[in-house]
T-cell receptor, first 115, second 108 residues
Framework: GAVVSQHPSWVICKSGTSVKIECRSLDFQATTMFWYRQFPKQSLMLMATSNEGSKATYEQGVEKDKFLINHASLTLSTLTVTSAHPEDSSFYIC???????????FGPGTRLLVL | KNEVEQSPQNLTAQEGEFITINCSYSVGISALHWLQQHPGGGIVSLFMLSSGKKKHGRLIATINIQEKHSSLHITASHPRDSAVYICAVGSSNYKLTFGKGTLLTVNP
């Protein structure tokens, strides 16, 4: 089946630093990728939709200047958490939409802890 | 009120039991997804369906569009089925809205 990878899987950083998370579709092209966030014991929440070659679309309440998304190629989207603070500590998951199959494939997630 | 409601929130079963997890939604959808999330957090897509019934191994998913209800069944449950099962509904632009999940524990 289709594989989506995320890197890193775990990151611990100091407050105020920026963290970049990569999402790659390994064996298919994805014109659209989604970024989700999951706080402990909460549902996954969509943060933004990332479209290759264009600006991301952010959900209400998600600061686009804080969560920078770049979808530079058909197999890579990056999420940068700028000036991270402890409240940004969460589990970040991406999914990639296989245009041919119209199916979303999820990455393994990245756990971010901001001290 | 959450747009996607799952029940039960927690479910404990003995190995071999037949398990049912329910999902109700209140919005129009293009497809419904059942996902499995293991303790490490990684998510696996189990089913995507827009009508009828799908079967994969011991897993069966059904959906009733008129009643806005879906069920996930696991036959002959096994401890390795222990995970959080999440129902998510998709709109025409593929955005997903997730339920809170059902924590399933299957004891040997």
């Amino acid at each position: 089946g289709a594989v989506v990878s995320q890197h890193p899987s775990w990151v611990i950083c100091k407050s105020g630093t920026s963290v970049k998370i990569e999402c790659r579709s390994l064996d298919f092209q994805a014109t659209t990728m989604f970024w989700y966030r999951q706080f402990p014991k909460q549902s996954l929440m969509l943060m933004a939709t990332s479209n290759e070659g264009s600006k991301a679309t952010y959900e209400q309440g998600v600061e686009k200047d804080k969560f920078l998304i770049n979808h530079a190629s058909l197999t890579l989207s990056t999420l940068t958490v700028t000036s991270a603070h402890p409240e940004d500590s969460s589990f970040y998951i991406c999914s990639a939409l296989s245009s041919g199959k119209q199916t979303q494939y999820f990455g393994p997630g990245t756990r971010l802890l901001v001290l | 009120k959450n747009e996607v409601e799952q029940s039960p929130q927690n479910l404990t079963a003995q190995e071999g039991e037949f398990i049912t997890i329910n999902c109700s939604y209140s919005v129009g959808i293009s497809a419904l997804h059942w996902l499995q999330q293991h303790p490490g957090g990684g998510i696996v897509s189990l089913f995507m369906l827009s009508s009828g019934k799908k079967k994969h191994g011991r897993l069966i998913a059904t959906i009733n569009i008129q009643e806005k209800h879906s069920s996930l069944h696991i036959t002959a449950s096994h401890p390795r089925d222990s995970a959080v099962y999440i129902c998510a509904v998709g709109s025409s632009n593929y955005k997903l809205t997730f339920g809170k999940g059902t924590l399933l524990t299957v004891n040997p």
